[in-house]
């Protein structure tokens, strides 16, 4: 799925580390959130895969924008927190 | 941030542990070791042997209190050590044998 900017979308509520060896490039402070496209960046192999030195299929990489409060509630008002993910872990808020 | 879920002891952003902490932005120098383990992991990428994300993988599974104890470049010839054993480029015996050697 491509996602425009200015897409709502969450961050999938995913928890692959639970579940064996893994790599992921999501942090876990937005899995489950709410965040903004900004950019798409381009496409590149999927790191989940090289990580393994498995084929890699090509995955769209955006620039992600979130509520910085809404992370982390210490945080000033108004701040943004800006993230690359992958398409494949972004679903439409 | 889902609490209920633990976090892999790698993924440490936003950990309230830290959030304290001033961070050191002072440059440091890197020392002839440091220097070394960066080479030698550039041309296993160029000779195809490893890539980044196989190096990251790799520091990522360093058991937790073995991760914070070693050194930024200390992880990354661990985790190239690891991958060339699992992959068959070194042997135990070849390693052991080299790191004996006077």
């Known amino acids: 799925m491509d996602f425009a900017p200015g897409t709502e979308v969450r961050v999938k509520d995913d928890w692959p580390e639970t579940r064996g060896p893994c790599h992921i490039r999501t942090p876990h402070y937005v899995r489950g959130q709410r965040g903004r496209i900004l950019r798409r960046l381009g496409a590149f192999p999927n790191p989940e895969d090289l990580a393994f030195a498995r084929p890699a299929p090509t995955r769209a990489l955006y620039h992600v924008l979130f509520d910085e409060t809404a992370l982390f509630p210490d945080s000033r008002q108004g701040d943004d927190l800006l993230v690359e993910l992958f398409e494949h872990w972004l679903e439409l808020a | ?37 960066d080479a030698l992991r550039q041309v296993l ?58």
């Not at chain 2, 196989?54 to 661990?78: D, F, K, V």
């Open chain 2, 1 to 37: 941030m889902d609490q209920d879920n633990p976090r892999a002891h790698h993924d440490m952003g936003g950990v309230p542990r830290y959030a304290c902490e001033p961070v050191d932005i002072a440059p440091h120098s890197l020392s002839d070791f440091d220097k070394e383990v």
């Open chain 2, 45 to 102: 990428g160029l000779k195809g042997v490893m890539t980044v994300d196989e190096l990251r993988r790799g520091i990522e599974s360093i058991p937790e209190a073995e991760y914070h104890r070693l050194s930024y470049y200390q992880r990354w010839i661990r985790s190239i050590t690891d991958t060339l054993l699992r992959k068959g480029f070194i042997t135990e015996d070849e390693l052991r044998a080299a790191l004996e050697a006077p």
